[in-house]
T-cell receptor, first 110, second 113 residues
């Protein structure tokens, strides 16, 4: 099976940097995804990592270490609109489906 | 380009009643997913289609849930009869193939009274 852990809630200040961690256990790792979900809305794709290292996309970056079963999502220059839940999801070889964590609710304050 | 379309957006029913949800994926996307998301949780896969074939329905409660994707485009998810514990948001997603990123629809929020 697969097990994914991420913090339930985080708070940060506008303009700051925040790092949301995700640890996972899975057999046959085949990629890790980050999604953003605003309250009452659908998840939207943010990033995808399958190899170790950092993927940067504007204010958002995602890091993966396969040997440690660890990923983080880094958000820079936080804006109020970044207040949302951030979902970590893992895909395993042969299953071809995403298993989502419970999500981290981020609250950005002025 | 239009995104994934779902209807209805909200549905309130009494327990033991039937309910159906409809999904129209992004044009050209072969893979279609139905997820259920409980409050404060991540989405959980119910069923995945490759074109019109259900290739992963291991998490679908088959005693009361059914799904179809006729002609490999639109899909419907049905619950009959609904139970109180079925209250959740039902999300549909699609991807070009199973290896590509998934795009989610706005979901149907079901409340069973």
């Amino acid at each position: 099976g697969q097990n994914i852990d991420q913090p339930t809630e985080m708070t940060a200040t506008e303009g700051a940097i925040v790092q949301i961690n995700c640890t996972y256990q899975t057999s046959g790792f085949n990629g890790l995804f980050w999604y953003q979900q605003h309250a009452g809305e659908a998840p939207t794709f943010l990033s995808y990592n399958v190899l170790d290292g950092l993927e940067e996309k504007g204010r958002f970056s995602s890091f993966l270490s396969r040997s440690k079963g660890y990923s983080y999502l880094l958000l820079k220059e936080l804006q109020m609109k970044d207040s949302a839940s951030y979902l970590c999801a893992v895909r395993a070889i042969g299953f071809q489906k995403l298993v989502f964590g419970t999500g981290t609710r981020l609250l950005v304050s002025p | 380009e239009a995104g994934v379309v779902q209807s209805p957006r909200y549905k309130i029913i009494e327990k033991k009643q039937p309910v159906a949800f409809w999904c129209n994926p992004i044009s050209g996307h072969n893979t279609l997913y139905w997820y259920r998301q409980n409050l404060g949780q991540g989405p959980e896969l119910l069923i995945r289609y490759e074109n019109e074939e259900a290739v992963d329905d291991s998490q679908l409660p088959k005693d009361r849930f059914s799904a179809e994707r006729l002609k490999g485009v639109d899909s419907t998810l049905k619950i009959q009869p609904a139970e109180l514990g079925d209250s959740a948001v039902y999300l549909c997603a699609s991807s070009l193939t199973v290896d590509n990123e998934q795009f989610f629809g706005p979901g149907t929020r079901l409340t069973v009274l």
